[in-house]
């Protein structure tokens, strides 16, 4: 009896915080992308302005697609907000997100608005970051190199088991570098390129930007990576120089996202135009992240490598964001790059 | 004793009542804690209205056959019913009222009616998930049908037990194979089948006779076999030295054990590469002393191999300890008389009485080596192993959830195999050292021989893991861990800053937020996870039932999936109606419980198995109920194993990242979360400062549950200091 009841009321008990997060008004789920403390910049800046509550968390890029992917049946977030453009697109090719049209969608950039064409209206460039690499001047110095410039430089016999990227199966970012690679120089140069890259490579890192930490250690010298991140790392005082390489290179557009069926579409919709609003984007450099802000208007951190600086190639995002160009580009680079030894 | 039971029964169906007739049956949006449900209309009010109101007159007519169930037992419980066919009435309702639960609630979700089912329902009706009157009810349910069962003759008539096989297998059922079972399905393509799991990839063996790489599989199973030797030999030396040696900081030993255990993910992995990195402390002090050249040899299979012992050596520990103190001294006395000298002793007394802790220790071992993401994530370089493959397989660039659930698969079948080599080994011996008889033997210390040996493997180890800590303690006090090393405590200040404000204290720092809810969420799943823990060990050691062996693998289940998988899984189960947990602290208690429950179980066994049965019989024979035998006789002696299980599972849902990731919602933020994102981004002070804290909590609170818990009296004595071992003596 005295047991029935004890777990009788444990059994009351665990239900007490069985709650459904709410639908009532006021109130947006945000999963943001970007990293913790731009994340944190942009949920209070838009609850101090608009008075709506706003219940963030923050995830990769893939965790983020999987779990509105999983959740589809019964939606508990209302914007996906920032991350890598590909995951974006697929989401919106397989109707995971919502169609809308911001009345700011006039002042952005061009690349902006082809990621929102490319979409069929399901999702917008909020800024972009140019593919790069990023270099570890002590340990450059200690062997005596020359610093490299360009993509062609990284190929070179001194620099062997001195560079590291992701893995293109894991990582959006090698994979948008994998995808320059076949852009810049056509596919079989590319391949190539990536095949006297891989004996240089002493390890492929599971996550994109672990290349540019590992650099900033001293753990190897150089990092391919977004050149924001490689800014990031700068400026904690790491001693990386950031480069942008000559032949040209290709880019990442940044993606928001409104979740289909969002419980919340009026906050949803309000937090879109507020994010792509220039003073708001000029904003993101207080929580050190370096990207180029899509609105036309707002003034791209001074610290960031100006895109006008940087040969940006005409980067196909619609073919190589597709999912079969993807998996025939991976299992290409599977069989012929990853398998060889070094 | 039959009025004894009718009165549990009677117990079970208030309850089911009181859940029906007077609580909510919905869940509910504000949380059943702020009683909103008390005056927003328990009987008008669609959200809030219990199950009876809703299928009277809120238009949710499909929960009144649920009063068939509900009424039927009451049949049973008249005076003069044959007990047969009042086992029968029980079993009865009981399924009934579970089959209808599951119908309805199936049948009609959040979005409205099946299709199927619309043309009788006419209001389109949606249903939420469950809120409390639902789950008394259909605890109220289950009970009635082990009741029953009993009544039937199962497990001997005994209700307690199968009242309690009953739980577990519920519970088991619904949060570990369903979710399981809705991935597997899910993500299983038929066509793709043999091409995924035929893969180079996964069972690749080029890399033994060239320079490509091989297979996860046989990497992740290398590693595994390598990681559960190392870990359950160093546990041994460690529980020997701290029970049978005269070495004086057994005390300070015992902390250090236990401290990587409390460590959170990538910390030590992050530590190891300052030390052993290219870069490292140490590679460079050996680089100049001895001119070689830095390599980078710690990422691959070493470095992974190193942090793994490292991590789980405190579990093998913690498993052995108590078995090593439950070895009988009187059977290694008995082997004295008979003139056998300390090794011989040793050697074929002590040792093969400490088989089932072995085993115990290496199939933990092998498993948390095959589950771990967080080290082989720093670590591993070029050596991949199934837990990050199928963790990159399902949120990687290249989103592929049914190769995922292959290598899932896989790491599955590796578990299966370790346990069955585990059973094969222990075979049908006899482990008991723990009877009714006070045992007045003293521990027999080790040979010299045999406890320098133990010494020189562990004292290195024991530094080498100082040094360690001191790294990351040191870590969150410097400008930039690894570079600059000028002291600061921004990184404390920036995470855990306290100001005043205008009204009273501000909890300024960013870290506030998820410590609150990982601590309390933590010790809210100890309790559980512990309690089902045990409550499993005891019916596996102590109870006989047809489908054991089957029941011991459901329960071990849990622990061999990988966190990504599980996370995933219970997205897709729970996230909708009937149980719609997703976003709440319950996912998250939920999947710490199941996940970590098998050390309970493994811990409970393990001691359980040294305990006599006559113990519990003689409990039995004066008349007192199974439940009583357990609570007064069994749980007394088994204070080491809850003590395990307790603090194992504390420590676990603090420090558990893999799983975590996909459940953690604004409200509900873990402190591993907020740290792996810190580590993304190269903010390596505020990841490690927040780890140092964390662990200096956990440190604490483990104190605590020792006190609390206390230590099992066995009739023994201790050494004193001038017996010499008694081989030489006789």
Known sequence: MRSALLTASCAAALCGAWALPAGAAGKLTLYCVVDEAWCQLMTTEFEKETGISVAMTRKSSGETYAQVKSEADNPKGDVWWGGTGDPHLQAAEEGLTEVYESPANADLQDWALAQYQASGGRTVGIYAGALGFGYNTELLARKGLEPPKCWADLIKPEYKGEIQMANPNSSGTAYTALATFVQLMGEEEGFDYL?????????????????????????????????????????????????????????????????????????AEQFYDFALRPDVQEKARLAKSYQVPSNKNAEPPPESPKLSDIKLIDYDFAKYGSSEERSRLLKRWDDEVSALPR | MQPHHDRTLVAWLLVGWCGFLLLPWYAQDDGFFSLAWLNAGLFTDRDYASGLAQGLWLGRAWLLPLLVPLLLPLLALRQGVDPARRANLLVLAGLLGIAWLAIQGLAVNHRGPADWLAPFVPDRSRQYGMGAGAVLVALAFLFTLTNGLAGRGLVKGDRFVAGSIGLVVAVVGLFVFVPVGMILARAFVPDQFAGQFFDARIWGLACTYSTVRCGVAWNSLLLAVLTGLSTTLLGLAFALIATRTPFPFKRSLRVLTVLPIITPPFVIGLAIILLFGRNGTVTQFVATMFGIEPGRWIYGLPGVWFAQTLAFTPIAFLVLIGVVEGVSPSMEEAAQTLRADGWTTFKTVSLPLMRPGLANAFLLGFIESLADFGNPLVLSGDFDVLATEIFFAMVGAQHEPSRAAMMALILLAFTLLAFWAQQRWLGRRNYTTVTGKGDSGVPLQLVPGLRYTLYAVTIPWAVLTVALYALILLGGLVEFWGRDYTPTLRHIIA????????????????????????????????????????????????????FKRAFEFGTMLSFAIPGTVIGIAYILAFNVPPIEITGTGIILVISFVFRNMPVGVRAGIASMSQLDKSLDEASLTLRASSFTTMRRIVLPLLRPAILAALVYSFVRAMTAISAVVFLVSANYEMATTYILGRVENGEYGIAVAYSSVLILVMLVVIGIFQLLVGQRRLGRRTAVPVAAPVGAAS
């Open chain 1, 195 to 267: 095949k006297a890259l891989h004996a240089n490579i002493n390890q492929y890192t599971k996550s994109g930007s672990a290349p540019i930490k590992a650099a900033a250690q001293g753990e190897t010298m150089v990092g391919i990576v977004f050149q924001h991140d490689a800014v990031t790392m700068k400026a904690t005082g790491a001693p990386i120089e950031v480069v942008s390489p000559c032949e040209g290179t290709g880019y990442e557009i940044g993606s928001m996202s409104i979740i289909a069926g969002a419980r919340n579409i009026e906050e």
């Open chain 2, 495 to 546: 995470a855990f800053g306290v100001t005043t404000g205008e009204h009273g204290i501000v909890w300024s720092g960013t870290a506030w937020n998820s410590f609150t809810t990982t601590i309390a969420i933590a010790l809210i799943a100890a309790v559980p996870t512990a309690a089902i823990g045990l409550l499993t060990a005891w019916l596996l050691v102590r109870q006989e039932f047809g």
